[in-house]
């Protein structure tokens, strides 16, 4: 039984893979790799494993979603990651993107604010052995000053512009992919930083979660 539950989800990882993110324009083999690898049911509650590789957030509670499959691959591939990076991820909710990451380059700094999905991301990445993968419990805008500077930043909540604090922390040539907007609707923007300054490019419509912060939106 246990054996065909394993099977079960690993070809529904390839549906998910080859249905919901090549088959719309996710080329990076890497990336697509990666989400046919890591067990994407294993970071939602047991009730929603049978949801998990449909194409669509899940709540992970404390209000927030682990992200729709292709939203993660189109992010992962903006950062164009070769495999010797330094990654900065905010906002690690359930560790899944973490996990992705994880496959894709050297090291993951991932700031979460919450303690307890912090916690419990920390337990499931040390059982599936993302090593590589540090978590930190913080405020998410304002970086991780400590571990910078970095090839590729990711972010998974919307922000009312993007947070200066990261840009400082990007290599020149470094990728920052953030969603920009207001609370209902944002756009997904990648940041390429530049001998001369920064390169902003407009990747399309999305909705996340608010990212709280100081340079983020307030808590209410």
Avoid at 43 to 53: P, S
Avoid at 147 to 166: D, F, R
Avoid at 193 to 204: L, W
Wanted: aromatic residues 6%; neutral net charge; hydrophobic residues 40%.
């Amino acid at each position: 039984m246990v054996v065909s539950h394993r099977l079960n989800f690993a070809k529904a990882r390839q549906r998910m893979v080859d249905e919901q993110i090549a088959s719309r324009g996710i080329r990076d083999l890497r990336v697509l790799n990666a989400m046919c690898k890591v067990p994407r049911h294993l970071f939602v509650e047991e009730a929603l494993h049978g949801q998990a590789y449909n194409d669509y957030p899940l709540p992970i509670g404390e209000k927030q979603t682990i992200s729709q499959p292709y939203m993660v691959a189109l992010m992962t591939e903006a950062l164009e990651l070769k495999g010797d990076e330094r990654v900065l991820e905010i906002g690690t909710g359930s560790g899944y993107q973490a996990a992705i990451l994880a496959e894709l380059a050297e090291w993951v700094y991932s700031i979460e604010r919450i303690r307890s999905l912090a916690n419990k991301a920390r337990k499931l990445l040390d059982e599936l052995n993302c090593y590589n993968v540090e978590i930190r419990v913080s405020d998410g805008t304002q970086g991780w000053k400590e571990k910078a500077p970095y090839q590729a930043i990711t972010v998974t909540a919307g922000a009312p512009e993007v947070p200066q604090p990261l840009l400082d922390q990007l290599i020149p040539g470094g990728r920052l992919v953030v969603p920009v907007g207001d609370a209902f609707s944002q756009t997904l923007v990648r940041v390429i930083r530049t001998k001369g300054g920064f390169k902003r490019e407009d990747m399309g419509g999305c909705h996340f979660v608010k990212l709280i912060g100081k340079h983020g939106w307030d808590e209410q």
